[in-house]
């Protein structure tokens, strides 16, 4: 039995009918058509489908859509486009932080909440935010170094 609810995605209002067992993930790549959050193992291992709720990360493969009905939810489409890149977008290009990409935007959605809640992390801090998720490609090495490069271009951003 399918339920009409209202979420609230990317800054945007949607109503769409969802069953009861109807994952978030599902709902915004096959619903909504919001594709950037990919569905990799489906058990809540991987972190390619985090998105933020309410501002924090949670991996949408576990959430149940009628669960976040009036809560926030941003996804991976809404830090930048190809006209405009986040920081951390742009910082994942300069330093190699991008292989096959099917994990990045968990990562770039993981390091946001990290770095929204503390905008100058330790290396330990990153590592210990993005530990829910998994990279096969770039052994961590550069997407450490690109969110400690993207910290570093907010924080003077916001000093200047």
């Known amino acids: 039995m399918e339920k009409e609810i209202t979420l609230q995605v990317n800054a945007k209002s949607f109503s769409v009918d969802v069953g ?17 959050t990919k569905k990799g193992c489906g058990t809540g291992d991987c972190g390619a489908c985090t998105v933020l709720l309410d501002g924090k990360p949670v991996n949408s493969c ?10 926030q939810i941003e996804t991976i489409e809404s ?10 977008q742009q910082s ?39 530990a829910g ?6 052994g961590y090495a550069t997407i450490i170094r690109a969110i400690s490069a993207a910290a570093s271009l907010t924080t003077e951003v916001k000093s200047e």
Not at 63 to 71: I, P, Q
Not at 79 to 88: F, I, K, R, S, Y
Not at 113 to 129: G, K, Q, S, V, Y
């Open 133 to 138: 998720n998994l990279c096969r490609c770039t």
């Open 79 to 88: 830090l930048g486009d190809t006209n405009h890149l986040h920081p951390l």
């Open 62 to 71: 576990l959430v149940l859509a009628v669960s976040v009905e009036g809560k």
């Open 92 to 130: 994942f290009i300069d330093n190699g932080a991008i292989q096959c990409g099917y994990c990045s935007p968990g990562f770039l959605i993981t390091a946001k909440a990290l770095l929204d809640e503390n905008p100058n992390p330790t290396e330990a801090e990153i590592r210990a935010a993005v």
């Open 20 to 36: 009861s067992g109807e994952l978030l993930v599902d709902v915004l790549r096959d619903k909504l058509g919001l594709t950037g």
